[in-house]
């Protein structure tokens, strides 16, 4: 049975870290994606809650960007820092996770993904670009 530790394979889980780091060299925001096996509740409080605890609400500028997936009962949420919501809204977390959705439909979860992350990081780039003495505030590593 998949777990959210085995979901992506080796190669998926790679190139979704690569995403990850490759989309956050044109900003100073961060980018995380936790995967869970079952999400009690409300997807959005349950991403809130996962954002708290890794620590995303603690970078300089407030604009890191969690994804979210829940792989048994299926959730995807999406949730961004206030410093990059005041910025692009509810609306665009909302359209984000349903073209993740439609995507994830129609074939590859992991291209999906690393579409949504570059997507997200282009979107973070505009408000908040990388600086000459940007640090990585987060690890990129997928979180489970």
């Not at 409300?42 to 603690?58: A, G, P, S, W």
């Not at 919501?85 to 665009?92: P, T, V």
Request: aromatic share 6%; net charge positive; charged share 25%.
């Amino acid at each position: 049975m998949k777990t959210a530790k085995n979901f992506f394979t080796k190669q998926e889980q790679e190139l979704l870290v690569n995403s990850i780091s490759t989309a956050e060299l044109k900003t100073s925001g961060e980018i995380r994606l936790h995967i869970d096996n079952i999400c009690l509740g409300d997807v959005i409080k349950r991403t809130e809650k996962v954002f708290t605890k890794l620590n995303m609400h603690q970078t300089a500028e407030r604009n890191g960007v969690l994804i979210y997936l829940s792989i048994l009962d299926k959730k995807i949420a999406v949730v961004g820092d206030i410093g990059i919501h005041q910025k692009l809204g509810a609306e665009f977390w909302n359209e984000t996770v349903n073209e993740l959705i439609e995507k994830f439909k129609s074939g590859n979860k992991a291209l999906a993904l690393a579409d949504c992350i570059l997507h997200c990081g282009n979107q973070l780039g505009k408000y908040f670009p990388r600086k000459i003495n940007d640090k990585n505030e987060l690890n990129n590593n997928l979180s489970f």
